[in-house]
């Protein structure tokens, strides 16, 4: 089991946006407003919210609410959730992260996972 606080809140809106509670292309509530309902800090809901971005499930941006992505673009992700899971219970290193990359030809997702990792202290 996931021990991190935002899994899930990750795991709640990816089976919301799946079923159709919250529709393509249409906003989710606010950052605000899911800490009020999830009862839990701007900072953890990000994370869940950064998560759903990485698998493809949303689409954010600067300023902007976020938009539950298309579903053609669901199956789009670079890593599925089971593969995420294992990198981050195998607690890969840094520089074992950086290999990955540097063999990568999607250098821009992995880059942005990594990143995701390390600002959540998953490495």
Known sequence: MNKNKYY???E????????GEYKENEK???????CNLYSSSRATVRKAIELLAIFGF???????QTIVSSKKNWNKRFLTEE?????VLFN????????????????????????FWNNNNLI
């Open 58 to 64: 949303v689409d954010r941006s600067q300023g902007k």
């Open 92 to 115: 890969l290193k840094s520089t074992e992260l950086n290999e990955i990359i540097a063999l990568s030809e999607k250098y821009s997702v992995l880059k942005k996972l990594v990143d």
């Open 28 to 34: 989710i509530p606010s950052e605000n407003q899911l």
């Open 8 to 10: 899930p809140i990750y």
């Open 12 to 19: 709640d809106l990816k089976y919301k946006i799946q079923h």
């Open 83 to 87: 593969e995420y899971k294992k990198l």
